[in-house]
C-alpha cells in the first residue's frame, strides 16, 4: 500500500511504500500511534488517517531523523492511499477468477465488476492494462480446468 501526501498549496504529492518498513521503523510506528502492525495494515487499506500519517511520518524519519510526529500533522485532505502494482495484480485476478466462475461471465461483466481498481492504484494505467488483459483472456483461458491424467480416481498398486 503506497500513502501519498499531498502537501496543500499544489504541493508535489510525495509516496510512501508500506511495504517498504523495516522492522525497527515499525517498532517505533505501532509505539507512537498505539496500533498493532495488523492494525495499521488493516487502517491504511480503510484510509484510516493516524496510519496513513504514521506511515508518512515514520519514512520521513529516514531523511529528517529529527521529524516529530507532533511536527508531521497533514490535513485529513492530504492523506491518502494507493495500491501498489503487485497489489493491483492480486485484486484484479483475484476479482477476475470469482467473476468467471459465474457461468454467465462476460469480459463486459468483468470489465464492471474491476471497475475501481484502476482508480485505487498508484499506477492507474498499469491497473487498466491488467484490468484489460484479464477482462479479454476468454474464460477457458483465463481459468483453465485441471488437467486430467487420462485416470478416472486414485489408482491401488500391490506391493510384493
Not at 2 to 9: K, R, S
Not at 26 to 51: C, F, M, N
Not at 119 to 131: F, K, S, Y
Not at 135 to 159: I, L, V
Amino acid at each position: 500500500m503506497i500513502v501519498v501526501y499531498t502537501p496543500p498549496f499544489d504541493g508535489e504529492p510525495e509516496h510512501f511504500d508500506a511495504r517498504s518498513l523495516r522492522v525497527s521503523e515499525v517498532a517505533i510506528l505501532t509505539r507512537s500511534i498505539d496500533q498493532t502492525w495488523k492494525e495499521i495494515q488493516a487502517g491504511l487499506g480503510e484510509q484510516d488517517l493516524v496510519a496513513m500519517c504514521g506511515v508518512a511520518w515514520v519514512i520521513k524519519k529516514r531523511s529528517q531523523p529529527s521529524l516529530r510526529l507532533a511536527d508531521f500533522d497533514p490535513g485529513v485532505e492530504e492523506l491518502s492511499t494507493r495500491l501498489d502494482r503487485d497489489e493491483v495484480e492480486r485484486w484484479a485476478e483475484a476479482t477476475a477468477e470469482i467473476a468467471w466462475q459465474d457461468a454467465d461471465a462476460t469480459p463486459e461483466k468483468l470489465l464492471a465488476a474491476m471497475r475501481i481498481i484502476p482508480a485505487a492504484a498508484l499506477d492507474r494505467e498499469h491497473a487498466e492494462a491488467v484490468v484489460e488483459r484479464l477482462a479479454k483472456a476468454p474464460k477457458d483461458e483465463a481459468h483453465p480446468a485441471p488437467q486430467s491424467n487420462g485416470t478416472t480416481g486414485p489408482t491401488e498398486t500391490s506391493s510384493s
